[in-house]
Protein backbone atom coordinates (compact mmCIF):
# COMPACT_ATOMS: atom_id res chain seq x y z
CA UNK A 1 0.00 0.00 0.00
CA UNK A 2 1.85 3.15 -0.86
CA UNK A 3 1.48 5.98 1.45
CA UNK A 4 2.75 9.61 -0.17
CA UNK A 5 4.41 12.01 1.82
CA UNK A 6 3.02 15.46 2.32
CA UNK A 7 4.64 18.51 4.12
CA UNK A 8 2.21 19.91 7.11
CA UNK A 9 3.34 20.57 10.53
CA UNK A 10 -0.33 19.50 12.75
CA UNK A 11 -3.07 17.81 12.15
CA UNK A 12 -5.89 20.16 11.89
CA UNK A 13 -8.34 20.08 14.37
CA UNK A 14 -11.07 19.94 11.62
CA UNK A 15 -9.49 16.54 10.58
CA UNK A 16 -11.63 13.48 11.47
CA UNK A 17 -14.80 14.36 12.94
CA UNK A 18 -17.13 11.76 11.16
CA UNK A 19 -20.29 10.39 12.57
CA UNK A 20 -21.23 9.70 15.87
CA UNK A 21 -19.14 12.15 17.19
CA UNK A 22 -18.44 12.90 20.76
CA UNK A 23 -16.24 14.95 22.57
CA UNK A 24 -14.77 14.20 26.08
CA UNK A 25 -12.73 17.25 27.45
CA UNK A 26 -10.06 15.62 30.09
CA UNK A 27 -7.22 16.10 32.61
CA UNK A 28 -5.35 12.82 32.65
CA UNK A 29 -3.01 11.93 35.27
CA UNK A 30 -0.77 9.30 34.00
CA UNK A 31 0.07 7.92 36.98
CA UNK A 32 -1.15 4.16 37.89
CA UNK A 33 -3.79 3.26 40.42
CA UNK A 34 -2.11 1.16 43.10
CA UNK A 35 -4.02 -1.37 44.18
CA UNK A 36 -4.73 -1.89 48.21
CA UNK A 37 -5.16 -5.57 49.85
CA UNK A 38 -5.79 -7.95 47.55
CA UNK A 39 -8.05 -5.51 44.74
CA UNK A 40 -6.43 -6.06 41.07
CA UNK A 41 -4.12 -2.80 40.11
CA UNK A 42 -5.34 -0.91 36.84
CA UNK A 43 -4.45 2.31 35.05
CA UNK A 44 -6.06 5.71 36.19
CA UNK A 45 -8.39 6.63 33.40
CA UNK A 46 -8.28 10.39 32.26
CA UNK A 47 -11.33 11.33 34.09
CA UNK A 48 -13.46 13.46 32.09
CA UNK A 49 -14.83 17.02 32.80
CA UNK A 50 -17.42 19.17 32.00
CA UNK A 51 -17.07 21.52 28.94
CA UNK A 52 -14.81 24.48 29.53
CA UNK A 53 -13.12 22.67 32.72
CA UNK A 54 -9.34 22.44 32.96
CA UNK A 55 -9.04 24.51 29.53
CA UNK A 56 -6.24 26.38 28.97
CA UNK A 57 -4.52 24.55 32.56
CA UNK A 58 -0.96 24.78 31.63
CA UNK A 59 0.58 22.90 34.78
CA UNK A 60 -1.97 19.39 33.08
CA UNK A 61 -0.03 16.20 31.95
CA UNK A 62 -1.79 15.86 28.77
CA UNK A 63 -3.76 17.21 26.08
CA UNK A 64 -7.76 17.19 25.35
CA UNK A 65 -8.83 14.13 23.88
CA UNK A 66 -11.54 13.53 21.11
CA UNK A 67 -13.57 10.29 20.92
CA UNK A 68 -15.19 9.20 17.91
CA UNK A 69 -17.18 6.55 17.06
CA UNK A 70 -16.34 5.20 13.18
CA UNK A 71 -17.82 2.89 10.63
CA UNK A 72 -14.74 2.10 8.57
CA UNK A 73 -14.99 0.50 4.88
CA UNK A 74 -17.82 -0.55 2.54
CA UNK A 75 -20.13 -3.61 2.09
CA UNK A 76 -18.34 -6.54 3.21
CA UNK A 77 -15.77 -4.55 4.29
CA UNK A 78 -17.37 -2.56 6.57
CA UNK A 79 -16.00 -2.68 10.27
CA UNK A 80 -16.21 -0.34 13.41
CA UNK A 81 -13.13 1.58 14.87
CA UNK A 82 -12.61 3.88 17.30
CA UNK A 83 -10.71 6.72 17.25
CA UNK A 84 -9.00 8.80 19.75
CA UNK A 85 -7.54 12.11 18.67
CA UNK A 86 -5.57 14.54 20.44
CA UNK A 87 -6.77 18.22 20.36
CA UNK A 88 -4.18 20.52 22.33
CA UNK A 89 -0.77 20.00 21.04
CA UNK A 90 -1.91 17.41 18.18
CA UNK A 91 1.53 16.52 16.69
CA UNK A 92 -0.30 15.02 13.81
CA UNK A 93 1.07 11.29 13.91
CA UNK A 94 -1.34 8.65 13.48
CA UNK A 95 -0.91 4.70 16.09
CA UNK A 96 -2.96 1.88 14.48
CA UNK A 97 -3.79 -0.20 17.66
CA UNK A 98 -4.74 -3.92 17.78
CA UNK A 99 -6.16 -5.23 20.62
CA UNK A 100 -6.31 -8.33 22.30
CA UNK A 101 -8.40 -11.23 22.18
CA UNK A 102 -11.42 -9.28 24.40
CA UNK A 103 -11.62 -6.73 21.77
CA UNK A 104 -11.68 -2.82 20.89
CA UNK A 105 -14.57 -2.25 23.39
CA UNK A 106 -12.84 -3.66 26.09
CA UNK A 107 -11.88 -1.39 28.96
CA UNK A 108 -8.29 -2.27 29.26
CA UNK A 109 -7.81 -1.62 25.62
CA UNK A 110 -9.70 1.77 25.85
CA UNK A 111 -7.96 2.95 28.11
CA UNK A 112 -4.46 2.32 27.10
CA UNK A 113 -5.22 4.36 23.65
CA UNK A 114 -6.81 6.82 25.90
CA UNK A 115 -3.62 7.38 27.13
CA UNK A 116 -1.83 7.21 24.45
CA UNK A 117 -3.82 9.83 22.91
CA UNK A 118 -2.87 12.18 25.52
CA UNK A 119 0.38 12.65 24.71
CA UNK A 120 -0.64 14.06 21.22
CA UNK A 121 -1.31 11.30 18.74
CA UNK A 122 -4.29 10.19 17.00
CA UNK A 123 -5.22 6.40 18.04
CA UNK A 124 -7.27 4.64 15.68
CA UNK A 125 -8.76 0.82 17.39
CA UNK A 126 -10.80 -0.68 14.54
CA UNK A 127 -12.78 -4.29 15.65
CA UNK A 128 -10.86 -7.21 14.39
CA UNK A 129 -13.46 -9.78 15.45
CA UNK A 130 -16.33 -8.38 13.78
CA UNK A 131 -18.46 -7.99 17.15
CA UNK A 132 -17.18 -11.44 18.41
CA UNK A 133 -14.72 -11.27 20.52
CA UNK A 134 -13.55 -13.85 22.87
CA UNK A 135 -15.82 -13.13 26.28
CA UNK A 136 -14.37 -13.08 29.86
CA UNK A 137 -16.11 -16.32 31.71
CA UNK A 138 -16.25 -18.31 28.49
CA UNK A 139 -14.99 -22.34 29.27
CA UNK A 140 -11.38 -22.33 27.72
CA UNK A 141 -11.76 -25.64 26.26
CA UNK A 142 -14.12 -23.69 23.72
CA UNK A 143 -11.30 -21.42 22.75
CA UNK A 144 -9.45 -22.68 20.34
CA UNK A 145 -12.94 -23.11 18.10
CA UNK A 146 -13.80 -19.40 18.78
CA UNK A 147 -10.13 -18.81 17.58
CA UNK A 148 -10.55 -21.02 14.63
CA UNK A 149 -13.69 -19.03 13.59
CA UNK A 150 -12.06 -15.85 13.58
CA UNK A 151 -10.11 -16.38 9.50
CA UNK A 152 -7.12 -14.61 9.60
CA UNK A 153 -7.22 -13.49 6.11
CA UNK A 154 -10.38 -11.70 7.08
CA UNK A 155 -8.65 -10.17 9.99
CA UNK A 156 -5.70 -8.85 7.58
CA UNK A 157 -8.23 -7.34 5.03
CA UNK A 158 -9.83 -5.49 8.05
CA UNK A 159 -6.73 -4.26 9.03
CA UNK A 160 -5.51 -3.02 6.04
CA UNK A 161 -9.08 -0.62 5.10
CA UNK A 162 -7.88 0.74 8.66
CA UNK A 163 -4.54 1.64 7.75
CA UNK A 164 -6.22 2.97 3.91
CA UNK A 165 -8.49 4.50 5.99
CA UNK A 166 -5.80 6.47 8.00
CA UNK A 167 -3.43 7.20 4.95
CA UNK A 168 -6.31 8.91 3.04
CA UNK A 169 -7.93 11.03 5.88
CA UNK A 170 -3.90 12.15 6.46
CA UNK A 171 -3.07 12.52 3.04
CA UNK A 172 -6.45 14.41 2.63
CA UNK A 173 -5.27 16.92 5.61
CA UNK A 174 -1.34 16.70 3.95
CA UNK A 175 -0.06 15.14 7.13
CA UNK A 176 3.63 13.85 6.36
CA UNK A 177 4.18 11.31 8.67
CA UNK A 178 3.87 8.07 8.60
CA UNK A 179 1.92 5.59 10.73
CA UNK A 180 3.25 3.63 14.01
CA UNK A 181 1.06 0.28 15.07
CA UNK A 182 0.87 -1.06 18.50
CA UNK A 183 -0.60 -4.68 19.52
CA UNK A 184 -1.23 -6.41 22.24
CA UNK A 185 -1.53 -10.43 22.25
CA UNK A 186 -3.70 -11.15 19.35
CA UNK A 187 -2.86 -8.16 17.98
CA UNK A 188 0.95 -8.34 19.04
CA UNK A 189 1.28 -11.35 16.73
CA UNK A 190 -0.88 -9.41 14.20
CA UNK A 191 1.67 -6.52 14.32
CA UNK A 192 4.23 -8.77 12.31
CA UNK A 193 1.79 -10.00 9.35
CA UNK A 194 1.28 -6.81 9.03
CA UNK A 195 4.73 -4.83 8.81
CA UNK A 196 5.57 -7.93 6.35
CA UNK A 197 3.13 -7.17 4.38
CA UNK A 198 3.22 -3.12 4.45
CA UNK A 199 7.44 -3.23 3.89
CA UNK A 200 7.60 0.26 5.06
CA UNK A 201 5.02 1.91 2.99
CA UNK A 202 2.85 3.23 5.55
CA UNK A 203 4.30 1.94 8.96
CA UNK A 204 7.39 3.71 10.54
CA UNK A 205 7.96 1.73 13.71
CA UNK A 206 6.11 -0.67 15.80
CA UNK A 207 5.15 -1.98 19.24
CA UNK A 208 4.45 -5.68 19.86
CA UNK A 209 3.21 -6.39 23.45
CA UNK A 210 3.70 -10.77 24.51
CA UNK A 211 2.45 -11.63 20.77
CA UNK A 212 1.06 -14.33 20.62
CA UNK A 213 1.28 -17.36 17.66
CA UNK A 214 3.77 -15.42 15.58
CA UNK A 215 4.90 -16.81 12.54
CA UNK A 216 8.82 -16.18 12.16
CA UNK A 217 8.66 -16.84 8.29
CA UNK A 218 7.85 -13.33 7.05
CA UNK A 219 9.53 -11.12 9.50
CA UNK A 220 12.44 -10.91 6.72
CA UNK A 221 10.23 -8.70 5.11
CA UNK A 222 10.03 -6.13 7.85
CA UNK A 223 11.70 -2.72 7.09
CA UNK A 224 11.71 -0.90 10.09
CA UNK A 225 12.17 -1.46 14.19
CA UNK A 226 10.25 -3.25 16.61
CA UNK A 227 9.88 -2.84 20.09
CA UNK A 228 9.03 -5.94 21.66
CA UNK A 229 8.05 -5.88 25.10
CA UNK A 230 6.90 -9.06 27.28
CA UNK A 231 7.59 -10.53 30.88
CA UNK A 232 9.75 -13.44 31.20
CA UNK A 233 6.99 -15.59 33.04
CA UNK A 234 4.97 -15.70 30.18
CA UNK A 235 4.68 -19.07 28.24
CA UNK A 236 2.35 -18.07 25.39
CA UNK A 237 5.67 -15.51 23.81
CA UNK A 238 8.37 -17.32 25.01
CA UNK A 239 11.73 -14.76 24.92
CA UNK A 240 13.72 -17.13 22.49
CA UNK A 241 10.96 -16.66 20.21
CA UNK A 242 11.11 -12.53 20.62
CA UNK A 243 15.42 -12.63 20.37
CA UNK A 244 15.29 -14.26 17.10
CA UNK A 245 12.01 -11.97 15.76
CA UNK A 246 15.41 -8.69 17.08
CA UNK A 247 17.93 -10.87 14.94
CA UNK A 248 15.49 -11.36 11.87
CA UNK A 249 13.75 -8.06 11.33
CA UNK A 250 17.41 -5.83 12.35
CA UNK A 251 16.71 -2.18 11.86
CA UNK A 252 17.43 -1.20 15.24
CA UNK A 253 14.42 -3.53 17.09
CA UNK A 254 14.48 -4.04 20.66
CA UNK A 255 13.52 -6.87 23.24
CA UNK A 256 12.55 -5.97 26.72
CA UNK A 257 11.82 -8.60 29.16
CA UNK A 258 10.38 -8.09 32.48
CA UNK A 259 11.86 -10.58 35.09
CA UNK A 260 8.30 -12.00 37.09
CA UNK A 261 5.30 -10.98 34.67
CA UNK A 262 3.38 -12.72 32.87
CA UNK A 263 1.06 -12.50 29.93
CA UNK A 264 -0.60 -8.63 29.73
CA UNK A 265 0.81 -7.24 32.58
CA UNK A 266 0.99 -3.97 30.68
CA UNK A 267 -2.02 -3.04 29.91
CA UNK A 268 -4.07 -5.11 32.25
CA UNK A 269 -1.52 -4.83 35.59
CA UNK A 270 -3.25 -7.01 38.81
CA UNK A 271 -0.83 -6.20 41.44
CA UNK A 272 0.77 -3.15 43.06
CA UNK A 273 4.36 -4.82 41.44
CA UNK A 274 3.04 -4.70 37.63
CA UNK A 275 1.62 -1.66 38.21
CA UNK A 276 5.20 0.09 37.72
CA UNK A 277 6.06 -2.38 35.27
CA UNK A 278 3.25 -1.43 33.30
CA UNK A 279 3.82 2.85 34.03
CA UNK A 280 7.78 1.26 33.18
CA UNK A 281 6.76 -0.54 29.88
CA UNK A 282 4.42 2.77 28.94
CA UNK A 283 7.11 5.06 28.59
CA UNK A 284 9.47 2.65 26.67
CA UNK A 285 6.52 2.66 24.32
CA UNK A 286 6.05 6.70 24.08
CA UNK A 287 9.81 7.16 23.98
CA UNK A 288 9.93 4.51 20.88
CA UNK A 289 7.05 6.32 19.31
CA UNK A 290 8.35 9.51 19.19
CA UNK A 291 11.77 8.69 18.23
CA UNK A 292 10.07 6.56 15.17
CA UNK A 293 7.24 8.97 14.36
CA UNK A 294 8.65 12.17 15.49
CA UNK A 295 12.13 12.73 15.55
CA UNK A 296 12.96 10.51 12.82
CA UNK A 297 10.41 10.91 10.31
Known amino acids: MPCQKRLSSALP ?22 SSGKKRGERVKCSAVG ?78 FRGD ?15 ASQDLQRVANDIATSTKWMVDEFRAAGISKKLGIIGFCFGGGRVIDVLAADQGACFSTAVSF ?34 KFEKIIGNGSRVVIFKGRGHAFAHRPGSTEEDADAEQAFTLMRNWLHDGLLVNS
Open 13 to 34: SSLLLPLNFFYVQSKCNLNWKR
Open 51 to 128: VGVGVGVEDEACELVNGVELSIGEGDDNIQAYLFKAVKNNNGAGVLLLSDIFGFQDSATRDFAYQVACHGYNVLVPDL
Open 133 to 147: PWEKGQPKPMFEQWL
Open 210 to 243: YGTRMDPTPASKIKVPVLFISGDDDPLCPIGVLS
